[in-house]
Protein backbone atom coordinates (compact mmCIF):
# COMPACT_ATOMS: atom_id res chain seq x y z
CA UNK A 1 0.00 0.00 0.00
CA UNK A 2 2.64 2.42 1.00
CA UNK A 3 4.39 1.83 -2.58
CA UNK A 4 1.49 2.67 -4.41
CA UNK A 5 1.22 5.69 -2.12
CA UNK A 6 4.66 6.72 -3.08
CA UNK A 7 3.58 6.33 -6.92
CA UNK A 8 0.77 8.10 -6.84
CA UNK A 9 2.75 11.23 -5.14
CA UNK A 10 5.47 11.11 -7.42
CA UNK A 11 3.20 10.83 -10.23
CA UNK A 12 1.26 13.95 -8.24
CA UNK A 13 5.05 15.93 -8.27
CA UNK A 14 5.31 15.06 -11.67
CA UNK A 15 2.30 16.80 -13.00
CA UNK A 16 2.44 19.59 -10.89
CA UNK A 17 5.60 20.33 -11.97
CA UNK A 18 4.29 20.15 -15.76
CA UNK A 19 1.85 22.54 -15.14
CA UNK A 20 4.04 25.13 -13.43
CA UNK A 21 6.68 24.92 -16.17
CA UNK A 22 3.53 25.25 -18.60
CA UNK A 23 2.40 27.97 -17.00
CA UNK A 24 5.58 29.74 -16.34
CA UNK A 25 6.11 29.65 -20.46
CA UNK A 26 2.87 30.29 -21.39
CA UNK A 27 2.69 33.48 -23.70
CA UNK A 28 -0.42 35.19 -23.35
CA UNK A 29 -2.27 37.28 -26.29
CA UNK A 30 -4.69 39.47 -24.73
CA UNK A 31 -6.63 41.88 -27.82
CA UNK A 32 -8.09 44.81 -26.42
CA UNK A 33 -11.16 44.41 -29.26
CA UNK A 34 -11.80 40.50 -28.71
CA UNK A 35 -11.16 41.20 -24.97
CA UNK A 36 -13.78 43.82 -25.08
CA UNK A 37 -15.93 42.04 -27.02
CA UNK A 38 -16.19 38.73 -26.33
CA UNK A 39 -13.58 36.88 -28.36
CA UNK A 40 -11.13 34.61 -27.44
CA UNK A 41 -7.87 35.04 -25.52
CA UNK A 42 -4.61 32.78 -27.10
CA UNK A 43 -2.51 30.81 -25.15
CA UNK A 44 0.78 29.76 -27.01
CA UNK A 45 2.61 26.96 -25.39
CA UNK A 46 5.79 26.33 -27.09
CA UNK A 47 6.22 23.88 -29.55
CA UNK A 48 2.61 22.91 -29.15
CA UNK A 49 -0.27 26.35 -29.42
CA UNK A 50 -3.06 25.41 -27.24
CA UNK A 51 -6.53 28.30 -27.63
CA UNK A 52 -8.51 28.54 -24.21
CA UNK A 53 -11.95 30.22 -24.78
CA UNK A 54 -12.85 31.92 -21.70
CA UNK A 55 -16.62 33.67 -21.94
CA UNK A 56 -16.91 37.57 -22.14
CA UNK A 57 -19.92 38.91 -22.36
CA UNK A 58 -20.65 40.89 -25.93
CA UNK A 59 -22.37 44.64 -25.71
CA UNK A 60 -25.66 44.76 -26.09
CA UNK A 61 -26.12 47.11 -28.89
CA UNK A 62 -28.38 50.45 -28.29
CA UNK A 63 -29.02 51.05 -32.01
CA UNK A 64 -29.60 48.44 -34.81
CA UNK A 65 -27.46 50.30 -37.68
CA UNK A 66 -28.95 47.54 -40.25
CA UNK A 67 -29.58 49.86 -43.27
CA UNK A 68 -28.47 52.39 -45.87
CA UNK A 69 -26.66 55.38 -44.86
CA UNK A 70 -25.00 58.91 -46.22
CA UNK A 71 -22.23 60.31 -45.34
CA UNK A 72 -21.80 64.39 -45.11
CA UNK A 73 -19.98 63.72 -48.42
CA UNK A 74 -23.07 62.91 -50.07
CA UNK A 75 -21.17 58.75 -50.51
CA UNK A 76 -23.99 56.02 -49.32
CA UNK A 77 -22.97 53.00 -47.36
CA UNK A 78 -24.78 49.41 -46.59
CA UNK A 79 -24.67 48.20 -43.02
CA UNK A 80 -25.33 45.28 -41.99
CA UNK A 81 -25.51 44.22 -38.48
CA UNK A 82 -26.29 40.44 -36.67
CA UNK A 83 -26.28 40.37 -33.00
CA UNK A 84 -23.07 42.87 -31.79
CA UNK A 85 -21.23 42.15 -35.41
CA UNK A 86 -20.99 44.61 -38.34
CA UNK A 87 -20.07 44.55 -41.68
CA UNK A 88 -20.84 47.30 -44.61
CA UNK A 89 -19.63 48.14 -47.87
CA UNK A 90 -19.04 51.51 -49.06
CA UNK A 91 -18.46 52.34 -52.92
CA UNK A 92 -17.47 55.44 -54.17
CA UNK A 93 -16.01 56.92 -57.92
CA UNK A 94 -12.56 55.71 -56.65
CA UNK A 95 -12.54 52.94 -54.00
CA UNK A 96 -14.30 50.47 -52.46
CA UNK A 97 -14.76 49.76 -48.63
CA UNK A 98 -15.14 46.70 -47.44
CA UNK A 99 -15.81 47.00 -43.29
CA UNK A 100 -16.07 44.20 -40.53
CA UNK A 101 -16.08 44.32 -37.23
CA UNK A 102 -18.35 44.91 -33.80
CA UNK A 103 -19.92 46.96 -30.62
CA UNK A 104 -16.92 46.96 -28.18
CA UNK A 105 -19.95 49.33 -26.42
CA UNK A 106 -23.27 49.45 -26.29
CA UNK A 107 -23.01 52.82 -28.72
CA UNK A 108 -19.43 52.23 -30.01
CA UNK A 109 -18.28 50.02 -33.45
CA UNK A 110 -15.03 49.48 -33.77
CA UNK A 111 -14.28 48.13 -37.76
CA UNK A 112 -11.15 47.22 -39.60
CA UNK A 113 -11.33 48.24 -43.49
CA UNK A 114 -10.25 47.23 -46.75
CA UNK A 115 -10.09 49.93 -48.99
CA UNK A 116 -9.05 48.92 -52.68
CA UNK A 117 -8.37 51.44 -55.29
CA UNK A 118 -11.29 50.54 -57.95
CA UNK A 119 -8.48 51.63 -61.02
CA UNK A 120 -5.74 49.16 -60.03
CA UNK A 121 -6.75 47.53 -56.64
CA UNK A 122 -4.60 48.75 -54.46
CA UNK A 123 -5.44 47.76 -50.74
CA UNK A 124 -4.77 49.34 -47.51
CA UNK A 125 -6.07 48.67 -44.67
CA UNK A 126 -7.81 51.04 -41.93
CA UNK A 127 -9.28 51.13 -38.75
CA UNK A 128 -12.52 52.96 -37.58
CA UNK A 129 -14.40 53.79 -34.67
CA UNK A 130 -18.18 54.55 -34.90
CA UNK A 131 -19.96 56.33 -32.40
CA UNK A 132 -23.65 55.41 -32.52
CA UNK A 133 -25.56 59.01 -31.69
CA UNK A 134 -29.21 57.52 -32.25
CA UNK A 135 -31.07 55.19 -34.56
CA UNK A 136 -30.27 57.97 -37.36
CA UNK A 137 -26.79 59.23 -36.83
CA UNK A 138 -23.40 57.90 -35.90
CA UNK A 139 -20.01 60.10 -36.51
CA UNK A 140 -16.50 58.10 -36.30
CA UNK A 141 -12.65 58.44 -37.79
CA UNK A 142 -10.86 56.03 -40.06
CA UNK A 143 -7.36 56.08 -39.61
CA UNK A 144 -4.95 54.86 -42.23
CA UNK A 145 -3.39 51.50 -40.43
CA UNK A 146 -0.45 51.55 -43.62
CA UNK A 147 1.15 53.47 -46.07
CA UNK A 148 0.43 52.66 -49.44
CA UNK A 149 -2.52 53.68 -52.13
CA UNK A 150 -2.02 57.32 -51.38
CA UNK A 151 -2.56 56.95 -47.87
CA UNK A 152 0.33 57.93 -45.11
CA UNK A 153 -0.10 55.77 -42.03
CA UNK A 154 -1.69 57.66 -39.02
CA UNK A 155 -3.73 59.53 -42.12
CA UNK A 156 -7.13 60.31 -40.73
CA UNK A 157 -10.87 60.87 -42.03
CA UNK A 158 -13.25 61.79 -39.56
CA UNK A 159 -17.19 61.58 -40.97
CA UNK A 160 -20.87 61.38 -39.88
CA UNK A 161 -23.34 59.21 -41.05
CA UNK A 162 -27.20 59.90 -41.59
CA UNK A 163 -29.26 57.04 -41.83
CA UNK A 164 -31.28 56.98 -45.42
CA UNK A 165 -32.83 53.37 -44.98
Not at 66 to 92: C, H, L, P, R, Y
Not at 97 to 124: D, F, M, W
Request: aromatic residues 8%; positive net charge.
Amino acid sequence: MSRKLGSFSMLSAVILVAIVVASATAQVDRKTREAVSGGKINVTMNPHNYTLNFAFPAPNPTYDVTGIWKSNAGDTMEVFQEKDEVNSIFVNGGWAHRLAGRYVSPTKIRLVVIRRTRAGGCEVTMDVDLNVTSVNSMSGVGVASETGCGLTSGQSYPGTWTRVL
